[in-house]
């Protein structure tokens, strides 16, 4: 069982940055790869960034690449979004998720919702023009 805390999110205006963290409980988190996803008002879940248990991996939706980094911090059961250079599209609820990793291949990381097994309660993200 992992329990999932998002925090970081706010308003801030385009061009800006946010850091999004995620603590998560339970003595396995390293066993675990863990996925960003966004929902904005009125659209479905979109996956955004994942990166595999080890950390070693990554893969990003194409709208962010270069602007957004996942990364973890095994020891402290934690992983962060860094979000530069944010646009008003970037507008959503921020959900951080979990689903197990080890033995999955780099390209079956997990990039949809139904993949995943965990989720926060999710954190806002607002973007002002």
């Known amino acids: 069982q992992v329990q999932l805390v998002e925090s970081g999110g706010g308003l801030v205006q385009a061009g800006g940055s946010l850091r999004l963290s995620c603590a998560a409980s339970?003595?396995?988190?390293?066993?675990?790869?863990m996925a960003w996803f966004r929902q904005a008002p009125g659209k479905g879940r979109e996956f955004v960034a994942v990166i595999n248990w080890g950390g070693g991996s990554t893969n990003y939706v194409d709208s962010v690449k270069g602007r957004f980094t996942i990364s973890r911090d095994n020891a402290k059961n934690m992983v962060y979004l860094q979000m530069n250079s944010l646009k008003p599209e970037d507008t959503a609820v921020y959900y951080c998720?979990?689903?197990?990793?080890?033995?999955?291949?780099?390209?079956?990381?997990?990039?949809?919702?139904?993949?995943?097994?965990?989720w926060g309660q999710g954190t806002q993200v607002t973007v002002s023009s």
């Open positions: 339970g003595r396995t988190f390293s066993w675990y790869n």
């Open positions: 998720a979990a689903r197990i990793g080890v033995g999955r291949t780099a390209q079956d990381m997990g990039v949809k919702p139904p993949e995943y097994d965990y």
